[in-house]
């Protein structure tokens, strides 16, 4: 049975059949490219976030390092320091012992209280009019 031997009826539903498959054909492409296209979007802002994740962590990563090594570089400077400290400290301790032997004795009139603050002062005081 060929399309000569159709009837006109049969001509027309097979010409809005074949219409009709390619419509929903045109269609079923259409809505496939927009969810492609949605899912590509999606994908895409989630790179693009991922992405700005990314440059933040290795932003922090830069930031740590050079704290980093800028504490090491503090630590070392401060040790330094608190050596020259306690050198200061112990020079300060032999200068005060040795004075402290040097010194004469504090007067018998020395008391507790009052009284020995007196004696030191006027101790003090003959020692720097020496």
């Given amino acids: 049975m060929g399309i000569a031997t159709m009837?006109?009826?049969?001509?027309?539903?097979?010409i809005l059949g074949v219409a009709l498959g390619l419509s929903l054909g045109g269609n079923f492409l259409l809505v496939r490219k927009a969810w492609m296209d949605a899912g590509r979007?999606?994908?895409?802002?989630?790179?693009?976030?991922?992405?700005?994740k990314l440059d933040a962590a290795e932003d922090?990563?830069?930031?740590?390092?050079?704290?980093?090594?800028?504490?090491?570089?503090?630590?070392?400077d401060l040790l330094a320091e608190l050596a020259a400290i306690a050198?200061?400290?112990?020079?300060?301790?032999?200068?005060?012992?040795?004075?402290n032997r040097a010194a004469a004795p504090l007067p018998q009139n020395c008391g507790p209280?009052?009284?020995?603050m007196e004696g030191v002062n006027k101790a003090l005081a003959e020692e720097t009019i020496k």
């Fill in 7 to 14: 009837g006109l009826q049969a001509k027309i539903i097979l």
């Fill in 41 to 52: 979007a999606e994908v895409q802002g989630e790179l693009n976030d991922a992405n700005a």
């Fill in 60 to 76: 922090t990563l830069a930031l740590n390092t050079a704290l980093g090594k800028q504490a090491q570089k503090d630590h070392s």
């Fill in 87 to 99: 050198e200061r400290g112990q020079q300060t301790r032999t200068i005060i012992r040795n004075a």
């Fill in 113 to 116: 209280g009052p009284v020995r």
